[in-house]
T-cell receptor
């Protein structure tokens, strides 16, 4: 089955700096890679996603890159703000399992004002 | 607000109790999911329902019993739970078909088993 690894587990950055979170996956057939943000006391919120036919996607301060050859994808947050502090999860979707997602273990991001 | 609601938000129950978790989605989706979230572990998929039919049961103990009466509502019935079942239980929904993969989560039910 699919195995997703996520690094780092914790990340602290100064406000205004960039943050990068990386994930690797094992199943080369995986075709969809979402990123979720989870704030304290809330459920995961989809913030950006990318499909396997695209190498990069950007939405304002957030971007995701995908390297299918190396089987890794990354979340980039620029000009970080205190409200970006949360736990971020990556996931991968192998099509042979239906719409089942395999999640990473999460990255706790702290943005220091 | 994601359009997926869960009740109750917090639940404390003894090991001999029976309780139910409820999930409702207002997004017109046709697939619903139960996940378990424990500290330091990836989200674990428990059950999947597509068009009210259960299509996935990831080796979940029988003390967890799902019910999906229609495509908007999902329940998780709990009985004789163990302390290690304490976790955040998340419901999600998606629109199956036509290449739509996105899953949207509710706020979760924080379950404590004493």
């Amino acid at each position: 089955g699919e195995n997703v690894e996520q690094h780092p587990s914790t990340l602290s950055v100064q406000e205004g700096d960039s943050a990068v979170i990386k994930c690797t996956y094992s199943d080369s057939a995986s075709n969809y890679f979402p990123w979720y943000k989870q704030e304290l006391g809330k459920g995961p919120q989809l913030i950006i996603d990318i499909r396997s036919n695209v190498g990069e996607k950007k939405d304002q301060r957030i971007a995701v890159t995908l390297n299918k050859t190396a089987k890794h994808f990354s979340l980039h947050i620029t000009e970080t703000q205190p409200e970006d502090s949360a736990v971020y999860f990556c996931a991968a979707r192998p099509p042979e399992t239906g719409n089942q997602f395999y999640f990473g273990t999460g990255t706790s991001l702290t943005v220091i004002p | 607000e994601t359009g997926v609601t869960q009740t109750p938000r917090h639940l404390v129950m003894g090991m001999t109790n029976k309780k139910s978790l409820k999930c409702e989605q207002h997004l017109g989706h046709n697939a619903m999911y139960w996940y378990k979230q424990s500290a330091k572990k990836p989200l674990e998929l428990m059950f999947v329902y597509n068009f009210k039919e259960q299509t996935e049961n990831n080796s979940v103990p029988s003390r967890f019993s799902p019910e999906c009466p229609n495509s908007s509502h999902l329940f998780l019935h709990l009985h004789t739970l163990q302390p290690e079942d304490s976790a955040l239980y998340l419901c999600a929904s998606s629109h199956e078909g036509q290449g739509a993969y996105e899953q949207y989560f509710g706020p979760g039910t924080r379950l404590t088993v004493t």
